[in-house]
């Protein structure tokens, strides 16, 4: 009969096996980035932020990436769309700085089981565009069921060079993101697991641009994306003040999902 092993590793089926756990392992993959960070209200986004963080700034990020050669997919690929916002966590043994993952919509099933499963990243499916280019103008939509939600639209204006390169270069080493993972309960309401954990990774940023950016989001009837209406339009419904930065950037990020932990 199948049985699982202390040192390894499952994600369901487990019953057709896992991998070693290897805490030093690292998720690496090309990386072509399109950011856009903009301010909202904030009493509303609060709205949205766990009990035990406080919002930083009442900012919100929506990063556009396209990862390749990935090394955990044998070269594969997939887009994601990342929504967060800047937050302190306030946990009863430490204090900590990073991104809160509102929500993370991905092109491709295996890393939203992952991520999900292992990090608590909130990662839901959508069909997400490639970046079309027509330099200096990049776009990229988000849909689901033939219906966009999200337009993302980016004109580089200049390279970023010298000590502003350098700074973003450093910024984008090392960043602390955070999920909850939260498993219901089975036959009763409340959580079975609820967590806030900690996915370290970074990116090593080779080529910079800054531009002007647009960005829009579309609200959704339960009939035109029946699952995630209710996410669209709370984002939707956060007003875009202004666009605080705009940056458009090609390298490579290392993911450290088997490094993540729990947060105290």
Do not use: C
């Not at 450093?170 to 697991?193: D, F, H, M, V």
Request: no cysteine; charged share 20%; aromatic share 10%.
């Amino acid at each position: 009969m199948f049985k699982t092993q202390k040192d390894f590793t499952y994600l369901m089926p487990a019953h057709f096996g896992g991998g070693k756990f290897d805490p030093e392992a690292k998720l690496t993959q090309k990386s072509t980035a399109l950011l856009i960070r903009y301010e909202t209200d904030q009493k509303l986004l609060e709205n949205y932020i766990p009990e035990g963080f406080e919002l930083s700034a009442p900012e919100i990020q929506v990063a556009f990436n396209k990862f390749t050669e990935i090394n955990w997919m044998q070269g594969g690929h997939y887009n994601l769309i990342d929504v967060s916002a800047p937050v302190r966590f306030n946990g009863k043994n430490e204090q900590l700085d990073g991104n809160y993952s509102l929500v993370v919509w991905e092109n491709n099933t295996a890393p939203i089981l992952g991520g999900r499963e292992q990090t608590g990243i909130p990662k839901i499916f959508a069909d997400i565009e490639d970046l079309h280019v027509l330099k200096p103008h990049y776009a990229t939509t988000a849909s689901y069921a033939g219906n966009t939600f999200l337009n993302m639209n980016f004109e580089a204006t200049g390279e970023l060079t010298g000590d502003e390169f350098e700074q973003a270069k450093a910024q984008s080493s090392s960043l602390n993101t955070i999920g909850w993972r939260y498993i219901p309960k089975i036959g009763a309401p409340g959580a079975e697991l609820s967590q806030f954990i900690l996915y370290p990774q970074g990116m090593e940023m080779e080529t910079a641009q800054i531009g002007n950016a647009r960005l829009k989001w579309t609200e959704m009837t339960p009939m035109q994306n029946p699952v995630q209406f209710h996410i669209i339009n709370s984002l939707a419904a956060l007003p875009i003040k202004r666009i605080i930065n705009a940056l458009f950037s090609e390298g490579s990020a290392t993911l450290r999902a088997f490094g993540a932990r729990i947060l105290k």
